[in-house]
Nanobody, 113 residues
Framework: QVQLVESGGGLVQAGGSLRLSCAAS????????MGWFRQAPGKERDFVAQITWSGASVYADSVKGRFTISRDNAKNMVYLQMNSLKSEDTAVYYC???????WGQGTQVTVSS
C-alpha cells in the first residue's frame, strides 16, 4: 500500500521556522518528482514547491527565498524547510508524488502574528 505521511507541522510565531517531512512507503519514490501543496481555509489547494528525482527544484513566487525543498532518496523522504514564516503561510500542507499523483493526508501549519 502506497502511503505519503507528512509530519512537522505545528504552531509557530511569525518570523519563525518549521521543517516539514514527508515519508513515502509502499514503493520507491526515487524516480518520482515530489513536492508540496498547501490549502488555507476557504481557498483552493496551491502549489508550493517541487523537486525532481535529480534534485532540481521550483517554487511558488510566494515562498521563493524563504522555503527550501529537499529529498533523501535512500530514505524515501522529502522535506520542506520553511523560514521567515508569515501569517499567510497558515494552511494544511500536503505532500505529493507528481509522477504517480499520490497525496498525503496533510499537516497543519499555523503562523501567529
Amino acid at each position: 500500500q502506497v502511503q505519503l505521511v507528512e509530519s512537522g507541522g505545528g504552531l509557530v510565531q511569525a518570523g519563525g521556522s518549521l521543517r516539514l517531512s514527508c515519508a513515502a512507503s509502499g514503493r520507491s519514490f526515487s524516480s518520482s518528482a515530489m513536492g508540496w501543496f498547501r490549502q488555507a481555509p476557504g481557498k483552493e489547494r496551491d502549489f508550493v514547491a517541487q523537486i525532481t528525482w535529480s534534485g532540481a527544484s521550483v517554487y511558488a513566487d510566494s515562498v521563493k527565498g524563504r522555503f527550501t525543498i529537499s529529498r533523501d532518496n535512500a530514505k524515501n523522504m522529502v522535506y520542506l524547510q520553511m523560514n521567515s514564516l508569515k501569517s499567510e503561510d497558515t494552511a494544511v500542507y500536503y505532500c505529493r508524488d507528481f509522477t504517480k499523483n499520490y497525496w498525503g493526508q496533510g499537516t497543519q501549519v499555523t503562523v501567529s502574528s
